[in-house]
């Protein structure tokens, strides 16, 4: 039997497609690149999901014997897995396409394909804008990628955006690309039927659904059996996450899912993003209490501290009941890290709102925040509703003023960690210093030491020891 098919023989297993085994999620650099006939290279953008989403195309283009390159100029297929959610990330991609025009420019059989967010947006308008692309393909059509391909090779450009009610890409093995071993995203859910004003996911996503928990606790111990020690159980709002099983008549709620997969192991950490306020229950919290590896994280987007604008967003949730979820989850996991998603300059966002918003996060200090200036959205609520109406020097102002008070928290809530002892999953070698490790311990704080005679996926205590406003600096405990 040829490598390539043997490879393929090792990525799936036809009679059981939850059956992965150990080999399965072998790198691609271990795969033998001479055996495949091409190779695609792909780069992606956006959150978490896309980047699984990534690892599930690689499953379906070596399935057609189509193996990954990881330098551009080696591929004759290049993949651009989009996002659409600010208006500076599609740009930053349009700046990328025009990188990649060169490159087909010297190499006009080159394909380029357009994937994710961005070409569900936009849809067939990109062959039309960006002359050189050669197809579309939107977040629920990747299955159609290998034909979409074939066509184009033979010059017709090609877009399927079709969304699906029913797609999870529950029997696709992911390929982990750029995987340090030890780490892994899992779907656990496609879509989001929240249609918070300022977003546009519902549009390019389509309507929320489960996959099945069978599929993704057999991948999760798929992992933890090659050697895996974290997994992220990843959707848009992981709260509903809700699993109806026909066949045996059951039922699976995110707080079951959890439990589920950490049962797998002991050794196995679980951490999961994103959870919405108006759906965390205390159920998912006890049972994140109940078990040593579900990590005490969680990360709680507020958005804005007003509950004006945080109607105008259809977020369903005001100041009061955000500040009542952050106090139940400090109830009942009192060292639980939090962390959020603000957004300033909304429409019509006044300076008491702004403070609004500020007091809101001086109040929860929340241990790790990403913060934005608003930046609308064609065809979202607020776009048709609502006047983008607050200037961008304030938005931005706004912002300058908002990060540098969670820089303030940021730093308080590392310092209070200083002479504590964390357990760390060790994940990589420091970026900034060859003879140490980083790690995470279960607030998700990173943590650095030296090596020892530790290695990379074991886990050991570390006494901190000092701490910047981004990392914990420690010595581990024999
Ligand atoms: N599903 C998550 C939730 O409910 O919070 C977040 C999803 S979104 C991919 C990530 C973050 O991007 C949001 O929490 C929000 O803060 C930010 N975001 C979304 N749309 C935005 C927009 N139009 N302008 C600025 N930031 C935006
Ligand atoms: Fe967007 Fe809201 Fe859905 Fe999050 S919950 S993806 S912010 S619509
Ligand atoms: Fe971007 Fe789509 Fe994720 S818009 S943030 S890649 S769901």
Redesign the pocket.
Known sequence: MPDSEKNIELLFNEKNPYAFNGEAFQTLSNINKSSFSKHFYVESY??AMNFADSEVVASILLKENIGCTTQPNEADIILINTCS??EKAEEKIRKRLTEFKCLKKQKPELIIGILGCMAERLKGNLLEEEKLVDIVVGPDAYRTLPQLISEAETGQKGVNVLLSRDETYADISPIRLNSNGINAFVSIMRG?N?M?S????PFTRGRERSRSAESIVAECEALFHDGYREVTLLG??VDSYHWKDEINNSEVSFAQLMEMVAKISPLLRVRFS?S?PKDITDEVLHTILKYDNICNYIHL?A?SGSSRVLEMMNRTYDRDWYLQKFNRIKEIIPDCGVST???TGFCSETEEDHKDSMSLMEYCKFDLA?M??????PG?L?ARKYPDDVPLETKKRRLKEMVELHRIHSLESMQKEVGKTFRVLIEGTSKKNDDEFYGRNDQNKVVVFPKGNLNPGEYVNVQVTDCTAGTLIGTPLM
Request: net charge neutral; with cysteine; proline share 3%.
């Open positions: 956006g959150c959610i600010r989001c929240n918070c300022f977003c546009v996911v848009q709002n994103t919405h987007p958005q998603d603000m957004i990403y934005y200036f608003y930046s609308e959205r979202t607020a």
